[in-house]
């Protein structure tokens, strides 16, 4: 007697609610798995733009504290530009300005950028308030890198002043002992927009030239 084997099978109408319950299923852990990303690009930014922003603080207090005056703006002034005198002749002028959405620093005759192509620096004020301080405030931004890019944006603020024991020495050409021949103040014009400052070079007061145009006015 021939026996008949049974087979068990799908059917294909539980085919197709088996693979409609797999695509659902692979579509949420794809959707999971793409906010958890976004997720953790918004906080590396947002991380990356506060910790920048902070030390971008901190730099400047640390040089306006040991700054002996504030040459620009003039109180109770505000202005795009924060020129400092400085007992040291490699660093005198120290300027700060920003540029093209960067923030640069001038050291004497060099000039150098502070932030990377993530962040953009925006609406960088100084104001010079009595009792030798200036008030710092700026915007900084981060454009994060997600399927639609989305900028975030951070406002800064902070109220710095100079230590008095450091003021008035005339840094460069005319440090201690004094010598009236000598001195070389580094007052600031603007020529054709471009901002220039004096400074010293082997003992003779000279002024800066115009190669650097970012530094505008």
Known sequence: MNMRTSR????????????????MMSLTLVSVFI?????????????????????????????IRRA??????????????LTLQM????????????????????????????LNDR?????????????QSVLISFDLAIQLELPQKIIYKRHFESAVTLFTQNRWFEGGCNAPPFNPVT???PVQTCVNHIYLWKYCDIGVCATSSTVNKQLRC
């Open 68 to 81: 002996e005056t504030i040459l620009s703006p003039r109180t109770p002034e505000t202005g795009g530009i």
């Open 87 to 114: 007992a040291q002749n490699t660093e005198n002028p120290t300027i700060f300005f920003s540029s093209g959405s960067n923030l640069y620093i001038v050291e004497k005759t060099t000039i150098s950028p502070v």
């Open 183 to 185: 001195t070389c103040t």
């Open 35 to 63: 906010s958890t990303q976004d997720s953790r690009i918004r906080q590396q930014g947002v991380a990356a733009l506060e910790q920048r922003g902070g030390q971008i603080l901190q730099t400047l207090t640390r040089r």
């Open 8 to 23: 068990s099978g799908f059917s294909l109408l539980e085919m197709m609610l088996f693979l409609g319950i797999v695509s």
């Open 119 to 131: 962040l953009q620096m925006f609406n960088l004020r100084f104001t010079n308030i009595a009792n």
